[in-house]
């Protein structure tokens, strides 16, 4: 069978990177998209999560799905209408995959669909595995509905894994650059008590790790995150010095950061000390095991 993947979310961060590395090593993709605008290389179905309608054609020869559709959690303040949205574009875009799916003849084998480390909510300095309970904040809520629609796919019997994603390290995208910024103007601080665990992974690790899914036979739920996560004040350590920039002794109240951002605070003061290792027994070897390479690579 030719290698042929479906890809949802293919113009969010993590697919504008793999879309591009998946046909460099030879595989076919299609996407799903809102709308009817090419991607080189790739061939393009609609489908509307609102209105739960899917053009079930892009099905067709695929052997697996990747699945990142999602509306970003940082893209605007979470009211509650925010919030619904923030769920309802991963739950009910993981059902109207498997509404689709199941009522077409096909090869699928394996779904491969995005989840978060917001799933374990704010834990301090425990370590998290797979096997850690779920999390008591509205992010911690999101991903276990969204992760719970995923595993409904075990119906047509496929291979289901679920990585659960750290804060992904890109220099043009995601959170980094808003983190740089006050660092880049000399003002750079550490956030709340600075002691809060940042379970980050850089991109590339991000794409390979994707692609490690793929192509290995694995299954399950996967922390997305590099084997030494760090605390937020050594964080911005680290990207101080990659940038020359010094950083100021006093860090940024807590209650500053929630009164600027709201309920959405939770994304810089929630404390996620995740564990690598189930990745690491499956073989999958790291490119940047250490912050501050990762950084170094970004900011050199």
């Not at 290698?3 to 949802?8: C, E, G, P, W, Y």
């Amino acid at each position: 069978m030719e290698k042929q993947v479906l890809i949802t979310g293919a113009t969010g961060m993590i697919g504008q990177s793999l879309v591009p590395a998946l046909i460099s090593k030879g595989y076919k993709v299609s996407i799903l998209s809102r709308r009817a605008r090419p991607l080189p290389g790739t061939r393009v179905f609609l489908w509307n999560v609102e209105d739960q309608t899917i053009d079930t054609a892009c099905f067709e020869g695929v052997s697996a799905i990747i699945h990142l559709a999602g509306e970003n959690i940082a893209g605007a303040r979470w009211s509650e209408k925010r919030k619904q949205q923030i769920v309802e574009s991963r739950v009910n875009s993981t059902k109207l995959l498997l509404k689709g799916l199941s009522s077409s003849k096909h090869d699928v084998k394996t779904i491969i669909s995005a989840s978060a480390t917001g799933y374990y909510g704010n834990r301090g300095d425990e370590l998290l595995t797979e096997e850690s309970t779920v999390g008591n904040n509205f992010l911690a809520t999101c991903c276990a509905q969204w992760e719970a629609a995923v595993d409904e796919f075990a119906i047509e019997h496929l291979r289901i894994v679920k990585l659960r994603t750290g804060f992904i390290l890109d220099k043009q995208k995601g959170g980094l650059p808003l983190m740089a910024l006050p660092v880049k103007l000399f003002l750079g601080a550490a956030l709340g008590t600075g002691k809060q665990w940042v379970p980050w992974i850089h991109l590339d690790d991000m794409v390979n790790m994707y692609i490690h899914a793929l192509e290995q036979p694995i299954d399950g739920i996967f922390n997305a995150t590099a084997p030494t996560p760090v605390i937020n004040k050594t964080f911005t350590q680290t990207l101080a010095e990659a940038m020359g920039r010094p950083v100021w002794p006093i860090n940024v109240p807590a209650p500053l950061i929630q009164t600027i951002m709201g309920e959405m605070s939770i994304v810089a003061l929630t404390s996620t000390n995740t564990s690598a290792q189930k990745v690491l027994d499956t073989g999958f070897k790291f490119k940047y095991n250490l912050l501050q390479d990762a950084v170094a690579d970004l900011y050199a």
